[in-house]
């Protein structure tokens, strides 16, 4: 299994970045998907979470309104639309897959870089 992240840069205060996550290796429609994030010095926490069908999202409280999470069955990929971007979304993104009856991420994807400059 794979979860292959990219779409990540350096980006301006009030810009956009869209993080893209190509899953391989599994069942793509039996695995709900999120995104994380760690910045320096402290803890990995969720960003976003999408089910197995699109039809239900989830959204950390700090970028309700700014992000959008979604999903291409067809390309077996994630997505996450990042706008209005901020000098604290500056992490490492990550996205993962735990399968719909679980309550633990079972893969993790390599991690991009976020930069967000002010």
């Known amino acids: 299994v794979q979860l292959q992240a990219s779409g990540g840069g350096l980006a301006q205060a009030g810009g956009s970045l869209r993080l893209s996550c190509a899953a391989s290796g599994l069942t793509f429609s039996a695995y709900y998907m999120g995104w994380f994030r760690q910045a320096p010095g402290k803890e990995r926490e969720f960003v976003a979470g999408?089910?197995?069908?699109?039809?239900?999202?989830r959204y950390t409280d700090s970028v309700k309104g700014r992000v959008t999470i979604s999903r291409d069955s067809a390309k077996s990929t994630v997505y996450l639309q990042m706008n209005s971007l901020k000098p604290e979304d500056t992490a490492v993104y990550y996205c993962?897959?735990?399968?719909?009856?679980?309550?633990?991420?079972?893969?993790w994807g390599q991690g991009t870089q976020v930069t967000v400059s002010s």
């Open positions: 999408i089910s197995w069908s699109g039809g239900s999202t």
């Open positions: 993962a897959a735990r399968l719909i009856v679980a309550t633990q991420y079972k893969y």
